[in-house]
């Protein structure tokens, strides 16, 4: 579940899932998929045993998968998980369009997923019983991996967002925590000001975290039914993240810094950046990249872009999906159900896993966890409440993989040039547009 | 070109070279303090980003937080750091260790073998179509090998070599540059007239190789394999594409793959163990350097053919 | 006698004619065959898929078609890629000469006999061939910080402001320095050890009629290593013309400067990785490598004449 969206690679070699991967896996699943497997046929497949492959970077997994072959002694699980983020992605096309070598399981995040799902390369796991799934999970993974009827994977963790702050820093300059984002506007021309080597945040354009921004301010720029597709950026909601963002970026109160590098660390590290607005997942990266400043750092509900409106929305979260190409489809469904639905999630939240279950979400164990990072603060209770304010009617692009890969040729111009936000979300709409019509989509305009 | 790269060491040391000097036996010519001076600068480039990388393998991941790039963190870990290079993941870094040698060794080895043989075919032999396997090979070298990255993997999959070592080894094989250096080689270390004589004697092609010119040939084979064991060892694209399985990883992939877990979620962030292992990756090779030192810059100079 | 003589001065001197009439034979085909094969499977063929590709169109929606060469004229037209090869001339028109202009000048250096710790410099220069541009690139990334970096750092102990070297502005020359350091004792090799065969006979009689170091090495030492000069330039402008490696691992600290349509080769690896246009991106790669071909070509052509 990573979600630097704004890295090259970032795409995904799907290269020649469609010239080759086509041909190689078209057709056959897509009629052998749609008649139901019953818990029995599951349970037969676990008691016969077999190997299963899966790839998967999201680190709880190890003792998920060693828990899972205890439980099934016959069942071999041969964990991939040096790959993340790209590599990941162009390993899986790469295996996919080859027709060789594809993983029974594959974790996909949720703005992946709908390439790999429109391009045949993800089983329907509805005939295996993933639809009667739905209630368990929060509207906003749920949404991401459903589409109609099917189910192109059972989501793994999610990512409602909050606004993580440096209170130390807060506290020396007397800022209060913003509710709004002109309070976060003002915050950060006080905080520039009193010290002219500290920044409210940094941001040198990233597609992951400017498209969940404008999903919070209620833009929806995507709008997609089957290979239709609308491409919009000029709405209501665009314009409110532009008029803030804009005079962060015009009024030089960003740290030029880009998100999960060696100086971002160091600058959530050494008080320089004093905000991160991301996904609930961060807690584990802070307590690894950045123990030096443990505890100085607090969780609070993302600023408003309307005083008193509680929008949240999702930065991040994967999947677990079962390829079409997988040899094993029962005992990858099993494992996927285990891992996401099962006893899995209990034993991925107890190591640190952000759950996209509301059962766990809501568990008074888990909303009272105090995280000795945050000065013990019960931090889950944010998040969960960020979760349960997440609008579900978010889409992504069918091809959103590529184009986030061209986010910063676009609107990244508008960080370093006389560019507008507004001019360069255009001209990433132009390229996006350009691009679904060579792709043979049906663009709106 | 020559006259824009030749007009600075006038400046430098043309005052000492136009005044009438002394007669010097060229064996021994004077020691210049300002040309050493200059080199030392040139030197001084070369080594701070390699003090950086030393420097910072000494330090903790939050040593390296809290601390100058180009100074010593409080804590000095540097063994803890090694030791934890080495035991991280189950100790999967002296896996991708052992995986890169064995790269280079087949790789390497493999290709500078063919690269001699090509070599002294080129030097020795005339055969149809020999004036065309060089501009062949150059010509397929300028195509960008990126974008022929999948339309290989695509037939080494078909051929069922993807996510073996083979997938590594077989592109590593070829090594135009290596080609070039025997060929070259070739001709001026072994004269033909010798060749002559051992065929007049009777020996076979096979060894009249064998016994006359690959002895001949020895320093060039050191260089030409060290040349392709820094490109076996330091390769990262082609085994980026080709291995899906991590315990086949070489070095170079490993690394980045620990350095990419900065970027996951709940991923440990263990910049101290990338800089550590990058400096270790490196060590190596430096150390093969030095200690062939002797051999490859011989083979280099081709010293052997001076008259 | 020259070393290095660029491969396609056909016969080695050495080896006068007589030879040739008899072995011109099958013979050499025995030794050169394996590389030939190897070759084959690793370049030559992935080529001939490139072009076959290169006829097709594949869409996500809509699936594969034969388009003729339709790609190759959207490739002529496409202002993303010659902006690119734009780039990667100038690169080339710049860091080229700066770099093998270096390596000249220590290899002369070290030739002359004049410095202190020779075997010290030869050494310690060539070093950086050795360190993987991945780590390579790490390293110089940060030294550009100008937060923590070495920029940075100077920026604060001098209070001046050096420019941000990964702003759009820089990134080009930051990229070459990279470059640079990588392979400036490589060349540096190449171009001494051409040196040392130079027969010391020569100097003799130069130094004997009178010249001083600069005309000798003017009229003895660079004629005498045309060719190793000829052949690393070849080598560094198909270098240039596929810059990928460091300008990517680079991306991440430059993501605004460094676009993904950034090199031809980094365009051709976009166009095949992220936008699944893997058909465009063979075709950009065909037009690039009959570029850099033809550029290879004159430069050889031109050293040749001149070398002759």
Known sequence: ????????????????????GVTACGGSDDDSDTKAVSAGDIQAALDKGGDITVWAWEPTLKTVAADFQKKYPKVKVNLVSERSGDKHYTALSNAISAGKGVPDVAQVEYFALGQYSLTKGLSDLAPYGADKLASKYTPGPWNAVSDGDKVYGLPMDSGPMALFYNKTVFDKYKIAVPTTWDEYLDAARKLHKADPKAYIANDLGDAGF??????????????????????????????????????????????????????????????????????????????????????????????????????SAENGGSSLTVPALSQNKELAYAFTEYANAGDGVATRVGEGAFPATKAELESPAFQSKKFDYFGGQEANKIFAESAANVASDWSYLPFQPYANSIFNDTVGKAYVSGTTLAEGLKAWQDASIKYGEEQGFTVEK | MSTSVTASPAKSTGPKLRTPRKKHTPGKPKRNVLLTALMALMVLYTVVPLIWLVINSTKTQAGLADSNGLWLAHDFALWDNIRDTFTYHDGIFGRWLLNTLLYVVL??????????????????????????????????????????????????????????????????????????????????????????????????????????????LAPGIVTVLLFTTVATWNNYFLPLIMLKDPNWYPLTLGLSAWSSQAQTIGGDVIFNLVITGSLLTILPLIAAFLFLQKYWQSGLAAGSVKE | MTTLQPPAAAEPRPAPPPSRRDRRSWTGWGFIGPF???????????????????????????????????????????????????????????????????????????????????????????????????????????????????????????????????????????????????????????????????????????????????????????????????????????????????????????????????TPNFYTYSLSFNGQQHNYSATVAIIMGLITMIVAYAVQLRGMRKGA
């Open chain 1, 1 to 20: 579940m990573r979600r630097t969206t704004s890295r090259i690679l970032r795409g995904i070699a799907l290269v020649s899932t469609l010239a080759l």
């Open chain 1, 210 to 311: 400017t498209t969940s921004l404008l999903w919070q301010a209620g833009s929806r720029p995507y709008k997609v039914d089957g290979t239709k597709v609308a491409i919009d950026f000029d709405d209501a909601g665009a314009k409110k993240f532009e008029t803030v963002w804009q005079k962060l970026i015009d009024e030089k109160l960003l740290a030029p810094v880009s998100g999960w590098t060696d100086d971002w660390y160091k600058g959530l590290g050494d008080g320089t950046i004093a905000t991160l607005a991301t996904g609930a997942w961060m807690p584990a990266n802070f307590v690894s990249g950045v123990p030096n400043a443990t505890g100085q750092w607090r969780a609070a509900a993302m600023p408003a872009w309307t005083q008193g409106d509680k929008a």
């Open chain 2, 107 to 216: 790789g390497a080895g493999g290709a500078t073998l063919l690269a001699v043989l090509g070599g002294y075919a080129l030097a020795k032999f005339a055969f149809p179509g020999k004036r065309a396997i060089f501009a062949v090979v150059i010509g397929a070298v300028a195509v960008p090998g990126t974008a022929l990255a999948v339309p290989t993997f695509l037939m080494f999959s078909k051929m069922g070599l993807t996510d073996t070592p083979w997938a590594v080894i077989i592109p590593s094989l070829v090594s135009p540059f290596g080609l070039y250096l025997m060929w070259v080689f070739a001709a001026e270390a072994i004269p033909t007239e010798l060749l002559e004589a051992a065929r007049m004697d009777g020996a076979s092609e096979v060894r009249t190789f064998f016994q006359v010119a690959l002895p001949l």
């Open chain 3, 36 to 262: 030939v094969a190897v070759f084959a499977l690793v370049f030559l063929a992935p080529i001939a898929y490139s072009i076959y590709l290169s006829l097709f169109r594949d869409q996500l929606i809509g699936g594969n078609q034969f388009v003729g060469l339709d790609n190759y004229t959207r490739a002529l037209q496409d202002d993303a890629f010659w902006s690119a090869v734009g780039r990667v001339a100038l690169f080339l028109a710049v860091q080229v000469p700066i770099m093998l202009g270096i390596a000249l000048l220590v290899a002369l250096a070290l030739d002359s006999g004049r410095l202190y710790g020779k075997s010290f410099f030869r050494i310690t220069i060539f070093l950086p061939y050795a360190v993987p541009a991945v780590v390579a690139t790490l390293m110089w990334g940060f030294m550009y910080g100008t937060k923590y970096g070495l920029v940075g750092d100077i920026n604060s102990a001098f209070g001046v402001t050096l420019p941000d070297l990964l702003s759009p502005d820089w990134v080009l020359a930051s990229i070459g320095n990279i470059v640079t350091w990588e392979f400036v004792g490589y060349n540096m090799l190449i171009f001494y050890s051409a040196l040392r065969v130079i027969p010391t006979s020569l100097y003799e009689a130069a130094e004997i009629d009178g010249a001083g170091q600069w005309r000798i090495i003017r009229s003895i030492k660079l004629p005498a290593i045309r060719g190793a000069i000829v052949i690393a330039t070849i080598f560094s402008i198909i270098g240039s013309f596929q810059l990928f490696n460091e300008p990517s691992i680079l991306r991440p600290l430059a993501l605004n400067a460094i676009t993904t349509d950034y």
